[in-house]
């Protein structure tokens, strides 16, 4: 199904881990535009996005899977001080892909895998106008791009990620991504110049 949540709920898998398939897959398998909304165990596959929070605030996504999604496993889209927590994304076009979202915590995530397509580059986590957020204690790996790229965002902290095996380059600074804090990241066998870092 394509789920719309539109005021504050809590919606937690009572047990296991129950998949929702998008009926539709150009649309997202779980949109969220309340605020206060908290998304808890399921694996979410086959949409547009996995999880796509749209234009709210103080939204919770943690404990998800988000595996085969065409643009992203979790997009914040103009969203503000939301926590996206201890998910496992894989095979997406991005694993979190971020659009003028800031003061949200992206932490303790692993990104793995993620494939690109058309509309997307393949990066573990893509922060694109996206200010003051925090992304730590997350693992992005194999990537078919880069671990982690910022354009156009500003004073982000990067802390204590663990980055390797990406194809292209672990941490990609584009053009205007000005005054971040990058502090103690682990890079491994990033690109084939196994480069950490690379500011455009």
């Known amino acids: 199904e394509n789920v719309v949540v539109s005021k504050s709920l809590t919606i937690i898998a009572a047990s296991g881990r129950p998949t929702v398939t998008a009926a ?11 605020p206060d909304v908290r998304i808890e165990g399921f694996t979410l596959t086959g949409g547009l ?9 103080r939204c919770t996504v943690v404990n998800v ?6 643009r ?13 927590s201890n998910c496992n994304l894989a095979n ?4 979190v892909y ?15 895998g993620e494939v690109g397509n058309g509309e997307a580059l393949g990066d573990g986590i893509y922060l694109y106008y996206c200010n003051n957020n925090t992304i730590k204690r997350n693992t992005l790996s194999s990537n078919i791009d880069f671990g982690l790229s910022l354009y156009h965002s500003a004073q982000n902290t990067i802390t204590n990620n663990t980055i390797n095996d990406n194809t292209a380059i672990g941490i990609r600074l584009g053009e205007g991504a000005n005054y971040n804090t990058i502090t103690y990241n682990t890079f491994s066998r990033n690109g084939a110049d196994h480069k950490g870092i690379k500011d455009d």
């Open 24 to 34: 539709t897959s150009s649309q997202d398998v779980i949109t969220v535009t309340g």
């Open 49 to 57: 996005n996995g999880v796509h929070v749209s234009n709210t605030s």
């Open 65 to 70: 899977v988000a595996n085969n999604n065409a």
């Open 72 to 84: 992203a496993g979790v997009y914040l889209a103009q969203s503000v001080n939301n926590v996206i």
């Open 92 to 95: 997406n076009g991005y694993g």
């Open 98 to 112: 971020a659009d003028h979202a800031s003061n949200n915590q992206i932490a303790f995530n692993i990104a793995t």
